[in-house]
C-alpha cells in the first residue's frame, strides 16, 4: 500500500500476445506468488505489471479456514457483470496490505468474463465467497484496494489482533 502502480488503470492483454513467453510467465509467476503466500488471488499490478491478469483459487486456505474452495482460475481482460444488488459484508485481507483486515461489503452474486491462459472464453456466474475473491482481485485492476471500500472502519484492524488464531499460520496478508 503507499505504491502509486496500485493506484493505475491496468492495460488490457492484446489477444495475440496471451500465448507469448512473457504472458505465460507472468502467469506462472502470479499462481507461484500466489500459492507461496497462501493468497486467495493475485492481480498483476499487485507485482507491478500493468495488466488486465488476475489469478486467484484454491481448494483451502489457512487465511480463510472457513470458506469454501474456489477453483483455480486465470482470468484475463475481466469484465464483472453485478447480478444481484445485495451487499454483504465480511473480513478481507490482501497481500498489498500486509497484516491489516477489515469488513468489506461485496455483491453476493455476480457473473465474470474474460479470457483463459489459452485465450479461451471463461463465462462465469458465481456467489459468496468466490464472488468476493473476483471482486477483491478486479479492484486491483481499476486502482482500488480494500481499505478504499471499508465503511465500518470499528471492523478495521491487524489480523493479528482481530484474529490471533491466524497468525499462528501465517501472519502475511
Not at 489457512?62 to 459484508?89: C, F, G, H, K, W
Not at 490482501?94 to 461489503?105: F, K, N, Y
Request: include cysteine; charge should be negative.
Amino acid at each position: 500500500m503507499g505504491d502509486p502502480r496500485l493506484l493505475r488503470i491496468a492495460d488490457p492483454v492484446l489477444v495475440d500476445a496471451i500465448g507469448s513467453v512473457e504472458i505465460q510467465g507472468l502467469i506462472d509467476d502470479l499462481l507461484e506468488t500466489m500459492y507461496a503466500v497462501n493468497g486467495a488471488g493475485l492481480a498483476a499490478p499487485q507485482i507491478g505489471i500493468n495488466q488486465q491478469i488476475l489469478v486467484f483459487g484454491f481448494d483451502e486456505n489457512p487465511r480463510y479456514p472457513d470458506a469454501q474452495a474456489v477453483p483455480e482460475t486465470i482470468l484475463i481482460n475481466p469484465v464483472i457483470t453485478i447480478l444481484s444488488n445485495d451487499l454483504e459484508d465480511d473480513w478481507e485481507g490482501c497481500l498489498s496490505v500486509p497484516g491489516l483486515r477489515a469488513h468489506v461489503p461485496r455483491y453476493t452474486k455476480i457473473r465474470y468474463q474474460g479470457l483463459d491462459r489459452a485465450g479461451d472464453t471463461i463465462d462465469r456466474t458465481v456467489e459468496d465467497f468466490h464472488a468476493r475473491v473476483v471482486q477483491h482481485e478486479h479492484d486491483h485492476l481499476v486502482g482500488k484496494l480494500f481499505p478504499m471500500r471499508v465503511r465500518d472502519f470499528s471492523r478495521f484492524g491487524f489480523t493479528d489482533i482481530l484474529f490471533p488464531e491466524l497468525s499462528v499460520h501465517d501472519t502475511r496478508e
